[in-house]
């Protein structure tokens, strides 16, 4: 089937979904819960509509504290050379889905403009529907979007291939690399080209990461050296670079707002924060762990990748960002108050109930990061732990990167006014 073919067919399907029939091709499982995302945010499927260009100095600010900054010469050089003979632009976005900069074909750029897909600009999905940058951003993974998968029919004159680059020190979501052109430029091994880039580009970042680890370690080791306590220095990002009095880890995950003075943190206990030039000197105090008990756990996924686990206890309370795999996991025990194995939480997870050492191996890095609140055989939360599970308003938006069966569940079940909208029946995807 050449590119017209599947434009139609797409185009078939797209029309057929939106009218609550059955479509004569099922889309494919990214795209049909990106459109399910769309129908129940209410983006009109053949209205483009623009968000406000950044100004000038508002997209320099952006630029200037963007760590993507910091690897464009490797997305420049792994993406350009091609794009000009691909007829094809390379755009580079926030994790907010604004455009910072935009470079390729002349003639292209002028059709993107057209668009409105310029630097400054909003692609976030719930702004201007499926696309290769904005759904990239949602789904945490490499996404192409070919003609009529794009939910706004004015784009559908497009082809575009997005992925994510994460920041390799804490996961944090960084923005997208995306590769976009006509439609007849499309060509099946772009999404793969993308990726890979995408990938050169965080293998930067964490040659960089270790690098300043080696500068830490460098200024710490002299100091530990003259203490005679329990102490660990470890960077912004709590990856440690030296230690002395404990066993080390690999890292000491620290709470928002983190700054000098008196902190608690589950896995060290009470603690004194000092500065140091590239991170932070932790004293732990005398009576360390044992004031790390947890009586009371928040869970907030209201709010899409900004999720987080907020723990409470005798000493204090701290929070904690979480990645996409650990919020998923997290969410599933706290759907299951009196716990699940490691087969259970596979399934619900992989659908696959036989993936059991992928389940330990992160269920064994949230417990170290969560000390005290999680219990195994089965994996539940601690007895005496309260939890609350905060979710989000629309039942679409929980976890919206997610593709486990468990989670695909529970946004159907909790559906409500949200869905399925205009009458779908069940068995029509999306």
């Known amino acids: 089937m050449d590119a017209r073919q599947a ?53 320099e600010e952006r630029r200037q504290v963007s760590p993507l900054r910091e690897v464009l010469p490797v997305l420049r050089e792994g993406l350009l ?3 000009d003979e691909a007829l094809h632009i390379m755009v580079v976005a926030d994790a907010d889905g604004r455009l910072l900069w935009r470079e390729g074909h002349a003639s292209i750029l ?7 897909f310029a630097v400054g600009a909003d692609w976030a999905e719930a702004v201007v529907g499926t696309n290769g940058v904005g759904t990239a951003l949602v789904a945490r993974r490499p996404i192409q979007v070919f003609s009529a998968e794009h939910f706004v029919s004015t784009h559908h004159d497009w082809t575009c291939a997005g992925a994510p680059v994460h920041d390799p020190r804490d996961g944090r979501l960084l923005g997208v690399v995306d590769v976009s052109g006509p439609l007849a430029t499309m ?17 930067e970042l964490r040659v960089r990461h270790l690098e300043s680890l080696e500068r830490l370690r460098a200024v710490a080791a002299p100091l530990l050296a003259r203490l005679t306590g329990r102490a660990v220095a470890v960077d912004p990002h709590g990856w440690t670079a030296a230690v002395t009095g404990l066993a080390p880890a690999d890292r000491i995950p620290l709470p928002k707002g983190f700054g000098p003075g008196h902190v608690w943190l589950p896995q060290l206990g009470d603690c004194v924060a000092e500065p140091l030039p590239g991170g932070w000197l932790l004293r732990i105090a005398a009576s360390g762990p044992s004031s790390t008990a947890a009586s009371r756990v928040v869970l907030d996924l209201s709010r899409a990748g900004a999720w987080t686990a907020t723990v409470y206890g005798a000493a204090g309370s701290w929070s904690q960002e979480l990645s996409p795999r650990h919020a998923e996991l997290l969410f599933l025990l706290a759907e299951s108050p009196r716990g699940r194995s490691a087969a259970e939480l596979s399934a619900a997870l992989f659908g696959d109930p036989t993936r059991t050492v992928t389940v330990r191996a992160e269920l064994s890095r949230v417990r170290r990061r969560l000390a005290g609140v999680l219990a195994h055989r089965p994996y539940r939360f601690a007895q005496d732990v309260e939890v609350e599970l905060i979710r989000p308003e629309r039942p679409a938006e929980l976890l919206p990167h997610s593709t486990a069966p468990g989670v695909i569940r529970a946004r159907l079940d909790g559906a409500g006014p949200w869905g399925p909208p205009r009458g779908r029946s069940d068995d029509v995807v999306p």
């Open 81 to 83: 050379p091609a794009l």
């Open 7 to 59: 434009a139609r067919l797409l185009k078939g399907v797209r029309a057929a979904a939106l009218a609550g029939d059955r479509p004569p091709a099922a889309p494919r499982p990214e795209i049909a819960e990106s459109w399910r995302r769309m129908l129940a945010r209410g983006v009109h499927p053949d209205r483009d509509t623009r968000s406000r260009l950044l100004s000038a100095a508002e997209t």
């Open 110 to 116: 002028r059709k993107a403009d057209r668009l409105g």
């Open 187 to 203: 060509h099946p091994a772009t999404l793969a080209w993308v990726g890979a880039v995408a990938r050169l580009a965080e293998r």
